[in-house]
């Protein structure tokens, strides 16, 4: 379970969130991250990157109201819990919330106690269903564990024949699945280094064997697999009568990828030889002993020399490493270029030719980076004589994973440095707009960012978030419109970009101290 949990508090006055944030700040609960939006659909968009453990949810707010963002969030988070914050007047919406699977709510003005009792109720909820969560895959790690030794046995039982008809049965009811007919396959790797260690072979024969697992479980082959002293034996069963001989080819091409792929580790024979079938699990281990006696005389060849064509543009593939790469996901970027670069480099034992791949790569990448999000990321132009010092493909695997970082450092700064401009824009449109009805959305959509991107980046160049900027500008020319007497509080609140002459007289309160007509009499009387 984790130490502590992320709240997003969602009103559409700032005053309320700043009330709430403190309360929670200020007490022992544990919750570790804050977030906050002032509507529904702000609410919904924070939420995609926050991932809050727990949402307070004002019900009535303009445009997307609690209820309708309760329920998004609702199918797009199940496991958040939300909390409503509720008027008397608005009490018919709280049995409305109670339907959509609302936690609890909470009835404004919040009392400090009510909002604590709340949340460590909500918490002890969330911890109660973690741990549930926790015992259940605990349980499934020791099943899946129970049933690898299982199947371990039951076909160390099969190829050495020690095994009955009954048995089998009881195996295959506890695997829910059964057998009708099939064959025994075994696969042998013979090291070419004498002097190679035994850990280091079991290293490589465990990855092999890992390797191929993989591939068969995604072909959806029924088989039971398992590693006896220097030997892979796999079972196939529960295929298509007639089809034996498409299985053991489609088997073969997955060892030889695997061995292309692992060329550099793998200095060794592969030898794979197949049995015959058989309609009775009881006598499957003739299959297995013809496989054993075919392996030592059929060597699966390896071609070392395969083609690969030269292309023009991107594939998915590529262009997902694109985002990747300008999104700053490093980690997802290393998994991509992994798969990419197995093709490229084990494409070809010339160092060479691998270095012309490369190159072509880089350079079609480098052209996607710039012409899909205007990245001007010029190539360097010694990158074909800094690819001349790789002479291996581990080192052309280092090259490229440094050159890759370098690229996302350098598309980082240019995305820090374009938005620092843009920023500065958007804080001189405010101080000559903010009579405007200016939203957060609306700004935020015409600087071409997300709303929480925006809100978090104004509040890294500004120190305060895009509201309380906003309202510091109407405050500050609001003071200087309060020294002329001949206008009154309703028509300096519209002059400034609010509606509402109440909550105007809240918000001034809030950064001045007193009220607008307080501060008036104070300035009329110095």
């Given at each position: 379970?984790?130490?502590?949990?992320?709240?997003?508090?969602?009103?559409?006055?700032?005053?309320?969130?700043?009330?709430?944030?403190?309360?929670?700040?200020?007490?022992?609960?544990?919750?570790?991250?804050?977030?906050?939006?002032?509507?529904?659909?702000?609410?919904?968009?924070?939420?995609?990157?926050?991932?809050?453990?727990?949402?307070?949810?004002?019900?009535?707010?303009?445009?997307?109201?609690?209820?309708?963002a309760a329920k998004i969030l609702k199918k797009i988070y199940s496991d958040s819990k939300i909390i409503f914050l509720t008027a008397f007047n608005q009490f018919e919406y709280a049995h409305e919330a109670i339907k959509i699977g609302v936690e609890d709510f909470i009835v404004k003005p919040a009392s400090k106690e009510r909002v604590i009792e709340v949340l460590s109720k909500t918490i002890e909820e969330i911890e109660k269903h973690e741990k549930a969560n926790l015992n259940k895959k605990d349980m499934e790690e020791k099943l899946s564990q129970v049933s690898k030794y299982l199947e371990s046995e039951f076909l160390t039982s099969v190829i050495s024949g020690e095994i009955d008809e009954q048995q089998a049965s009881d195996y295959l009811s506890f695997m829910l699945t059964e057998f009708n007919q099939g064959f025994g396959i075994a696969i042998k790797l013979d090291f070419?280094?004498?002097?190679?260690?035994?850990?280091?072979?079991?290293?490589?024969?465990?990855?092999?064997?890992?390797?191929?697992?993989?591939?068969?479980?995604?072909?959806?082959?029924?088989?039971?697999?398992?590693?006896?002293?220097?030997?892979?034996?796999?079972?196939?069963?529960?295929y298509p009568e007639g089809n034996k001989e498409v299985y053991v080819?489609?088997?073969?091409?997955?060892?030889?990828?695997?061995?292309?792929?692992?060329?550099?580790?793998?200095?060794?024979?592969?030898?794979?030889?197949?049995?015959?079938?058989?309609?009775?699990?009881?006598?499957?281990?003739?299959?297995?002993?013809?496989?054993?006696i075919a392996c030592k005389n059929r060597v699966l060849m390896i071609e070392e020399d395969v083609h690969v064509p030269k292309v023009n543009s991107l594939d998915i593939?590529?262009?997902?490493?694109?985002?990747?790469?300008?999104?700053?996901?490093?980690?997802?970027?290393?998994?991509?270029?992994?798969?990419?670069?197995?093709?490229?480099?084990?494409?070809?034992?010339?160092?060479?030719?691998?270095?012309?791949?490369?190159?072509?790569?880089?350079?079609?990448?480098?052209?996607?980076?710039?012409?899909?999000?205007?990245?001007?990321?010029?190539?360097?132009?010694?990158?074909?004589?800094?690819?001349?010092?790789?002479?291996?493909?581990?080192?052309?695997?280092?090259?490229?994973?440094?050159?890759?970082?370098?690229?996302?450092?350098?598309?980082?700064?240019?995305?820090?440095?374009?938005?620092?401009?843009?920023?500065?824009?958007?804080?001189?449109?405010?101080?000559?707009?903010?009579?405007?009805?200016?939203?957060?959305?609306?700004?935020?959509?015409?600087?071409?960012?997300?709303?929480?991107?925006?809100?978090?980046?104004?509040?890294?160049?500004?120190?305060c978030s895009f509201t309380d900027y906003l309202s510091s500008v109407r405050i500050k020319k609001a003071k200087k419109l309060l020294k002329n007497p001949l206008l009154n509080i309703k028509e300096i609140t519209q002059m400034i970009g609010y509606v509402d002459p109440n909550y105007f007289t809240r918000v001034f309160k809030k950064y001045e101290g007193i009220t607008p007509t307080e501060y008036r009499n104070k300035m009329m009387m110095n």
């Open positions: 379970m984790r130490n502590v949990y992320k709240l997003l508090i969602v009103d559409d006055e700032s005053i309320e969130r700043d009330a709430l944030k403190y309360i929670v700040k200020e007490s022992n609960l544990k919750i570790g991250e804050i977030e906050e939006a002032s509507n529904g659909q702000e609410a919904i968009s924070v939420a995609t990157i926050f991932n809050p453990d727990i949402v307070i949810l004002d019900i009535k707010m303009p445009g997307l109201n609690g209820i309708e070419f280094n004498e002097h190679m260690t035994h850990i280091n072979k079991n290293m490589i024969k465990k990855r092999f064997s890992e390797k191929l697992l993989n591939s068969l479980r995604i072909k959806n082959i029924k088989f039971l697999m398992n590693t006896i002293r220097n030997t892979i034996y796999i079972m196939i069963f529960g080819q489609l088997i073969e091409a997955e060892i030889k990828k695997i061995r292309e792929v692992m060329s550099d580790q793998i200095n060794a024979c592969v030898s794979i030889g197949c049995g015959n079938e058989y309609d009775s699990i009881s006598e499957l281990w003739k299959s297995f002993s013809q496989a054993k593939k590529e262009k997902e490493l694109c985002e990747s790469i300008i999104e700053g996901n490093i980690r997802e970027m290393i998994l991509i270029v992994e798969d990419i670069l197995d093709n490229i480099i084990y494409s070809s034992n010339d160092i060479s030719d691998i270095r012309i791949k490369l190159y072509e790569f880089l350079i079609l990448l480098n052209k996607s980076l710039n012409s899909d999000r205007n990245f001007q990321n010029r190539v360097p132009e010694k990158l074909f004589d800094d690819l001349k010092t790789v002479y291996s493909k581990g080192e052309a695997k280092v090259f490229i994973h440094e050159y890759l970082l370098n690229v996302i450092e350098e598309i980082n700064q240019m995305k820090t440095d374009k938005t620092g401009l843009i920023l500065n824009k958007v804080v001189k449109y405010i101080d000559d707009h903010y009579a405007d009805n200016l939203t957060l959305e609306d700004v935020a959509q015409q600087c071409g960012f997300s709303t929480y991107y925006f809100c978090k980046m104004f509040k890294k160049y500004q120190n």
